[in-house]
């Protein structure tokens, strides 16, 4: 089941006893944790018949006390045990797990990695409850996902400024979703968010970004390379080697994918390489300006630099400077 259809289910009222929350994405584990501790009890219910425990602190049996109790002037209770992957003795709680109290919600919030699925405990709460795993959103899927919330915010956004969010936030939803619920606060509903909304309100540059630079790189433009290289030396926390080396990486890797399609339409590539139709279209004109001999040397250059970025064959030169000879190096014959 989907975080959609558990939202939906627990804003009905229809609970389960048991709830496993597990997986390296924080974020769908917090909105389900969240919509249970505002749809299971009313307010005035929640004094006495509400727990929240954290995983390093909490006694297997203060916990399994907790679970056992009844509630008072309710007919449920809620336990929420967060940060669970710090619980060492979840196995220890298999017993309840076989027959859990049918009036407590009993949610386990794992964050950040799965849990084995080869244990006992979550083969139980599978047949007495619900088990959620809570994945990362694939790169390729990313800009989707944040069009597909900003519109649930009542809002639009054009692609750039998707694409900004992206690149600069990568795949941590909690920080993207904070940023645009800023955005929600400062403009009517309805508003199109456009890279200068990004500009002025989150702090990445709308032309001086990981983005542009990738587009410079594209189109052969080294002096607007070289002028994005000195806004990042000038603010050393907007973009680091490594980030550029990976972002040029994919982009050569997709404009050698296109070299051996045997077709051309955008949606069509976009489709075979997973990537906006906007980015297919500048991935395709790329092509005609690196061959894929071209490509194979600039994909050395990238390794070269990726190591260099990590001190292998580098003590003194800056991360702009780096910077600098790699473009010099990916633009030149």
Not at 49 to 68: A, F, M, R, W
Not at 69 to 76: A, C, I, Y
Not at 188 to 217: M, R
Request: proline fraction near 4%; include cysteine.
């Amino acid at each position: 089941m989907n975080e959609k259809l558990i939202l939906k289910e627990i804003e009905s009222k229809n609970f389960h006893p048991l709830y496993f929350l597990h997986g390296e994405e924080p974020y769908f584990i917090d909105l389900i944790s969240n919509s249970l501790k505002n749809h299971a009890l009313e307010d005035h219910e929640k004094e006495f018949n509400q727990s929240i425990l954290y995983g390093k602190t909490t006694d297997p049996l203060v916990l399994l006390n907790e679970l056992k109790s009844f509630p008072m002037g309710s007919e449920k209770r809620l336990v929420i045990l967060k940060e669970a992957q710090d619980f060492k003795k979840i196995e220890s709680l298999c017993p309840y797990f076989e027959n859990p109290n049918s009036s407590t919600i009993f949610v386990i919030c794992h964050k950040y990695k799965k849990y084995d699925a080869r244990k006992k405990a979550l083969k139980l709460i599978a047949k007495n409850g619900l088990v959620f795993l809570s994945e990362k959103v694939k790169e390729y899927h990313l800009n989707e996902w944040i069009q597909r919330y900003v519109t649930s915010q009542g809002f639009t956004i054009n692609s750039k400024a998707t694409m900004l969010l992206g690149e600069f936030l990568g795949n941590d939803l909690g920080r993207i979703v904070n940023e645009v619920d800023k955005l929600s606060v400062i403009y009517p509903k309805g508003t199109q968010i456009n890279e200068k909304h990004i500009e002025e309100n989150i702090g990445i540059s709308k032309d001086y970004n990981l983005f542009e630079l990738t587009n410079a790189v594209a189109a052969q433009d080294i002096h607007k390379a070289y002028k994005i290289i000195h806004y990042f030396e000038m603010n050393p926390k907007a973009v680091h080697l490594p980030q550029v080396v990976s972002s040029l990486f994919t982009f050569f890797s997709n404009v050698l994918k296109i070299h051996f399609l045997k077709f051309n339409a955008r949606e069509a590539i976009a489709k075979e390489l997973r990537v906006h139709p906007f980015v297919a279209g500048e991935l395709s004109k790329a092509k005609a300006r690196f061959s894929p001999k071209k490509i194979a040397f600039n994909m050395e250059v990238l390794q070269e630099y990726d190591l260099k970025s990590k001190g292998y064959g580098n003590r003194t030169s800056s991360q702009a400077d780096l910077m600098k000879e790699m473009i010099f190096k990916l633009l030149n014959p």
